[in-house]
């Protein structure tokens, strides 16, 4: 093979030995070929990035700062006239002509900048048409104005109306940009913090209007609450990110005594609520609290903006000095490179391949490995071997080159390999500290959940009104929903749902468990299954995960169809079926959601619309359950988990009162419904009801878990009670007409809603 290599070579380095001369001339032609093209691109670059410095001067003077006027002086007017808007006895009638016209001077700057023609070439085209548009906007101040005079517009729409002027003004900003990094994070800090003064000036004007008036609507209310919950987000984000002295002013403001008075008037406004009166606020100290706070904002922003300008001229100086640089003394550095490589040519290129493996050799094996580490959380090392170079030299701290310009690089991508390993251990700590918050508030919403549904489940005990109690139903199963999307939280954090059970579970009363935990519970059918049950660890996770596909099903089905859930035994364990009669999936579809519901991918974030499938996907692998999406006979499609052999579990025998039977039957609210027996799946018409041996007097008194089977009753802490004998002994006929009547109860209330019926 190296005879024919060598018999390919050109003709004047085959024969007798070359000069070193000749041998350095053909070394040096393509790098200095690729140095000189390296010179022209660098100073070319350079070049751009002073016309492209230049065009950012000209839009922060010619775009920037006009937009950041008309924004502060809308925000102003805006505030005035929903105080107007209130009582005109709020304001100084001069102030406010004063404030119009400070916008109208605000506004002629901007419409002058939209037309200089100096702008074209420092903006982008779209950035141009919303600077046109914007200014054609306010020229519909002027009616807004005098309907505010008229008093022909609420509140609620002028505030609607000056907000969409400032969105469309914020809008402006989006094309912000910079060629240093420090300067793009200080940007976009900056336009966090002006974002979270918009909401803060919402809520000031809302607040102001709604003083005025001496009223606090119900809607006003939850934008009050909006607002400022907005406002605090934003600038908690902004705060993470400011650095310095501007952390500490930060921190001033938010400690002082003008910051906590305004959250002091806020928050009882907040607690208040909604009120006809006058609330318990005074407008001259909201506004001088607001006012005080904006201000020392404000400052702050004043401050960040002129940090950002002298950062922007000294990054225009940098840019000229890099272009006289790259033009000048980087063709000495030609020069340079050509006598250096005269000596260093030959060892230049051993090196280079060497550094070249040792790059390509942590690209390809190390980098994938520490990713993939980082990915499941796993504990990573601060320092991680570098290899060998083959002569017993670690290469993590350099030193393995002669050539100096090698060494550098090699010593910098040690440092850069370091700092990879270190982000990425930096990477699996925080997602396993965020896993630990995301679980830790699960477990709380779990907590207070639980003792809702205790509380609910006294309050069902104790009432008698057919039609309270039918609302403590849809309390009761609406809770019962967010303890499974608080459970589907921890699932997705790869943590056990926190309920447990130490017996078996038989598989209609799993499936009813689930169904009881979807929203159109009453439209769910489930089928007998038999006396096959489930082990007592697998309950939890198999409850939740039946419960995704009936939900899913009812969500993706007309309302007036049923979701009908059943289940046998097979040889290799226990199926049950979710069939729907929507409009089914398309075949690509159906096969990509199986391909996610088979291999339990991570979490994709940017696919929040399928929480619930990878829900799905996590509990089935780690059951070990295959769930299968297919098209139903219906036209819908028909979900399939099977529930492998080693969860399958020999059925309990019948005793006493529990004696269990395989009948099917609708959900009940809250819980798994009553394990009455049915012989078959049965759906009542609006009107229809079965024959009591005894009719009541009105609705019973529901007893919650009373008729659940004994393994899905929920204990104090949230586990299962053990098998027992129930509070009440009730034979089967008498638990069918227990059903039957509370099922009449739910039709008496719907036929009363015209726009309700039997789903």
Not at 173 to 187: C, G, I, K, M, T
């Amino acid at each position: 093979m190296r005879r024919r290599l060598w018999s390919r070579r050109p003709a004047m380095l085959r024969g007798r030995a070359r000069s070193v001369r000749s041998r350095i001339v053909l070394l040096l032609v393509p790098p200095v070929t690729a140095l000189v093209v390296l010179w022209g691109m660098a100073a070319t670059t350079s070049l751009q990035d002073s016309l492209r410095q230049a065009r950012a001067q000209t839009f922060t003077t010619k775009v920037l700062e006009p937009t950041d006027a008309v924004i502060a002086a809308l925000q102003d007017e805006r505030r005035m006239s929903l105080s107007a808007l209130g009582d005109d006895a709020t304001i100084g009638r001069a102030g406010f002509e004063a404030q119009r016209e400070a916008t109208d001077r605000a506004n002629a700057a901007f419409r002058a900048s939209a037309e200089d023609e100096d702008i074209r070439g420092a903006t982008r085209p779209v950035t141009r048409q919303r600077m046109t548009r914007l200014a054609d906007a306010l020229g519909g101040l002027e009616p807004l104005r005098a309907e505010v005079d008229d008093r022909g517009v609420g509140r609620a729409e002028a505030m609607a109306r000056y907000t969409e002027y400032i969105e469309m003004a914020a809008e402006i900003y989006d094309e912000v940009h910079s060629l240093d990094p420090a300067l793009v994070r200080q940007n976009r800090v900056l336009r966090t913090l002006e974002n979270a003064r918009e909401n803060l000036s919402r809520e000031d004007a809302l607040v102001t209007g709604a003083l005025a008036a001496g009223r606090l609507s119900r809607a006003e209310h939850l934008q009050l609450v909006e607002f400022a919950g907005a406002h605090r987000f934003l600038y908690g984000d902004a705060a993470r990110e400011l650095q310095g002295s501007y952390r500490v002013r930060y921190e001033q403001i938010v400690s002082g005594p003008e910051f906590r008075r305004f959250e002091d008037l806020q928050r009882r406004l907040m607690e208040g609520g909604p009120s006809r009166g006058r609330p318990g606020v005074d407008v001259g100290a909201w506004h001088t609290a607001t006012e005080a706070v904006d201000a020392q904002l404000a400052e702050l922003s004043s401050r960040i903006r002129a940090e950002n300008t002298r950062r922007a001229g000294d990054e225009a100086n940098a840019v000229l000095l890099r272009l006289a640089l790259t033009g000048g003394l980087g063709l000495l550095a030609v020069l340079a490179a050509i006598l250096i490589a005269v000596r260093a040519g030959r060892r230049l290129i051993v090196e280079s391949r060497a550094m070249a493996a040792t790059v390509d050799e942590f690209a390809r094996e190390r980098l994938p490995l520490i990713n993939e580490r980082a990915r499941r959380g796993e504990e990573l090392p601060e320092e991680l071997p570098a290899g060998d170079d083959g002569n017993g030299r670690d290469g993590r701290d350099g030193g393995r080159f002669l050539v100096t310009e090698v060494d550098r690089i090699d010593r910098a991508f040690a440092q850069t390999r370091r700092a990879v390993v270190r982000a990425a251990a930096n990477e699996a700590r925080a997602n396993r500290r965020l896993n630990e918050i995301f679980v830790t508030l699960a477990r709380r919403n779990q907590s207070l959940l639980q003792r809702l549904l205790r509380m609910l489940e006294t309050m069902q005990r104790d009432t008698e009104d057919p039609d309270e109690l039918e609302r403590l139903f849809e309390l009761d199963a609406l809770a019962t929903r967010m303890r499974r999307h608080a459970e589907g939280l921890v699932i997705l954090s790869g943590r056990p749902s926190g309920r447990t059970w130490a017996d078996p579970v038989r598989m209609v009363d799993v499936a009813r468990a689930a169904a009881s935990e979807v929203e159109d519970y009453t439209r769910v059918e489930v089928a007998p299954m038999g006396r096959a049950a489930l082990l007592g660890p697998a309950v939890a996770d198999t409850i939740h995960l039946i419960a995704e596909l009936i939900e899913n099903a009812a969500v993706f089905s007309p309302p007036n169809t049923t979701v009908r859930v059943s289940g046998q035994e097979v040889a290799h364990g226990f199926v049950m079926e979710v069939e729907d009669r929507g409009l089914g999936i398309a075949p690509d579809m159906l096969a990509e959601l199986n391909r996610l519901l088979a291999t339990a991918p991570e979490l994709d974030l940017d696919d929040s619309a399928r929480l619930g499938l990878f829900v799905v996907a996590r509990l089935s692998a780690r059951h070990g359950i295959k769930v299968t999406l297919r098209p139903s006979p219906y036209g819908g499609v028909t979900a399939i988990a099977l529930i492998p052999r080693e969860l399958v579990a020999r059925p309990p025998e019948p005793s006493g009162d529990h004696a269990a039977t395989d009948g099917g039957g609708r959900a009940a609210p809250g819980s798994a419904p009553d394990s009455a027996p049915a012989p078959a799946p049965v759906r009542l018409a609006p009107g229809e009801h079965l024959a009591l041996v005894t009719p009541p007097s009105d609705l019973p008194v529901r007893r919650r878990q009373t008729h659940l089977a004994p393994q899905l009753r929920r204990g104090a802490e949230g586990r299962a009670e053990p098998s027992g004998p129930v509070r009440e002994e009730r034979s089967p006929e008498a638990a069918r007409d227990f059903m039957s009547t509370v099922q009449r109860g739910w039709q008496r209330g719907r036929a009363a809603d015209p726009g309700d019926g039997d789903p």
